[in-house]
């Protein structure tokens, strides 16, 4: 989470060494039970984050576009069409200079995913209600896949498949449903395809603060777990929340950055 009761500063980082590099000007947000929650950055480097809001009809859920890391917030898009809780986390994907980019919210412990696209590159946004055939849990997250389908990780449900329509596929069997967050890639030659889930476990006496990488090249009933980091820290995590980001390089070396709460990056 990037906010809380009183707002607090979007901190950037050096990607390569995590030090304190700056700050974001926050001014003029605000709404929601933090005004600042979610953020992610397009592919061609526009930064978005939005609020938190327990329902988004009586507070409405809001994106913020930043130009720069200088730049001051722009409030690009309002949703107040429904009850849904959203914010917990938001996914970027896309461009603006082409109109390709999109912004995927999922509602908390709901049937439905938020989907906000533009016309205007990245000025405006309109929102899509996309019904979901099969629930989704606490601190859900969306993973566009490279097929048109989308995965939803949440705590409760670990990771599902869903088509384009919200038409439930099925289950990562494989993977354990305490999971916040998750991030999914795929490339190389023959095409590979990976989703990365944050476990939080927040049990005494049980290991916490992993990510899972599991292998859905063919297909979600094939996946194969094939590797876990790490543990991230042993301190506990009871909100489930945390997020993963990966970022493959030119040369098809992928790095995954981990914020396990309560433990660091």
């Known amino acids: 989470p990037y906010g809380g009761p009183s707002l607090e500063p979007i901190v950037i980082l050096d990607a390569a060494t995590g030090d304190s590099v700056g700050t974001l000007d926050t001014t003029g947000i605000s709404g929601g039970v933090f005004p600042l929650n979610g ?32 730049a001051t917030p722009k409030l690009v898009s309002t949703f107040a069409d429904s009850a849904f809780r ?20 999922p509602a908390t412990g709901g049937s439905a995913v938020v989907k ?52 439930y596929i ?12 998750m991030a999914y890639i795929s490339g190389g030659s023959p095409t590979k395809a990976y989703v990365f889930g944050y476990d939080y476990t927040n049990v005494v006496g049980i290991t916490p603060q992993f990510v899972e990488a599991t292998d859905v090249t063919n297909g979600i009933t094939s996946a194969d777990t094939v590797g876990v980091t790490p543990i991230l820290g042993t301190a506990l ?13 030119e040369y098809g070396a992928v790095t995954i950055y981990v914020l396990g709460t309560n433990n660091g990056i």
């Open 39 to 70: 953020i992610g950055v397009s592919s061609d480097g526009m930064i978005f984050a939005s609020n938190l809001t327990v329902n988004a009809k009586t507070t409405p859920f809001k994106i913020y576009e930043w130009t720069s890391d200088a």
């Open 170 to 181: 099925g289950t990562i069997t494989s993977m354990p449903t305490t999971l916040g967050s």
């Open 237 to 249: 995590n009871g909100n489930g929340t945390g997020d993963i980001a990966v970022q493959a390089d």
């Open 86 to 105: 959203l914010g917990d986390h938001m996914t970027v994907t896309g461009s603006t200079s082409d109109n390709s980019v999109t912004i995927w919210v």
């Open 116 to 167: 906000f696209t533009t016309t205007d590159h990245g000025s405006t946004f309109t929102p899509t209600v996309i019904p979901l055939t099969s629930g989704i849990g606490s601190t859900p997250k969306v993973s566009p896949a490279a097929n048109g389908d989308f995965f939803i990780s949440s705590g409760g449900y670990g990771i599902k498949e869903y088509d384009s329509t919200g038409k």
